[in-house]
């Protein structure tokens, strides 16, 4: 079956939260939800930085004028958002996750964290008991429908104003096969982007695990590496 935009869902009319949303990654998808006319809810640790920070985006060229991008407290942009992306560091990610649970139950929540270390070396995939990230994430909201996506999405390109199109794939980790089609009507809201079917939760771990390689191509060809699946 090859892949058709025209058969998504329609997800114009959902507010999109984003915990973590003043880091580079959150920063970056908020833009480019509140480009495409997405209701936007920035989510932090402390209520006043996002406002800032939606302040900050809802100014950024592109953003339509009357456009609402709004900042709140991780709690009440967990409440008041109807797909909640988590995109906090790995370090903070498990205390961060459960405290969330009651206000994320009955959610869809999108995990984008990629558990990563760094040495002399480079970046590498760090072992995590539950397997991944988000299968941490869905362990830790029992109450809520989660998946693994925009993992691999360069937060200088989503936050650079002058590039109208990200031609990447988002790769989609998910027990609830109905996710699949708003993550993936998401992922097209943002132009030159697809959302692709990658499997269940427990194929994960290797997506994630796959930054590490992304990281050191852009690093040697001085690039912002991305995933295209062919054939489809």
Known sequence: MAYDASTLPDVSGLTVGIIGGTGDQGR??????ARAGQTVRIGSRSAERAAQSAEEIAAMPGVPAGGTVTGASNDEVARTSDVVIIAVPWDGHAEIVAALA???AGKIVVDCVNPL???KQGPYALDVPEGSAVQQAA???PDSRVCAAFNHVSAPLLADPAIDRIDLDVLICTEDRELVGVVAALAAQIPGMRGIYAGRLRNAHQIEAFTANLIAINKRYKA?????????
């Open 139 to 141: 362990g830790l909201l």
């Open 102 to 104: 009651e206000p994320l």
């Open 224 to 232: 912002h590496a991305g995933i295209r699946v062919t054939d489809l």
């Open 117 to 119: 270390g760094f040495d």
């Open 28 to 33: 970056g998808l908020a833009y480019r939800f």
